[in-house]
């Protein structure tokens, strides 16, 4: 059984940063893809920002620029630092994790709650 762990959100004013962290444990393997999704009252769950095992990142539009994936497979820990924060970024925040191997596996932490005020 593999679980997710978040760490980072909170309160910050429009301009500001913060620093999200999530620990995968649970499993011998290491993850092939790691991310970050978001889901404002009201919306469905979009992605913000997605990196592979090897490194490679994507974005969304929204995001570019601003917000920096990254992740330490060592300690199966994924990152996201975002900068400059908005209003409109305000969401509950989950991390993901896919495994592939012996057996395909999604996995969802429970959400950190990131609130950006104006």
């Known amino acids: 059984q593999v679980q997710l762990a978040e760490s980072g959100g909170g309160l910050v004013q429009a301009g500001g940063s913060l620093r999200l962290s999530c620990t995968a444990s649970g499993s011998l393997f290491v993850p092939n893809t790691m991310g970050w999704y978001r889901q404002a009252p009201g919306k469905q769950r979009e992605l913000v920002a997605t990196i592979t095992r090897g490194g490679s990142t994507n974005y969304a539009d929204s995001v570019k620029g601003r917000f920096t994936i990254s992740r330490d497979n060592a300690k199966n820990t994924v990152y996201l630092q975002m900068n400059t924060l908005k209003p409109e970024d305000t969401a509950v925040y989950y991390c993901?994790?896919?495994?592939?191997?012996?057996?395909?596996?999604?996995?969802w932490g429970q959400g950190t709650l990131v609130t950006v005020s104006s």
């Open positions: 993901n994790a896919q495994y592939y191997y012996p057996n395909s596996v999604d996995a």
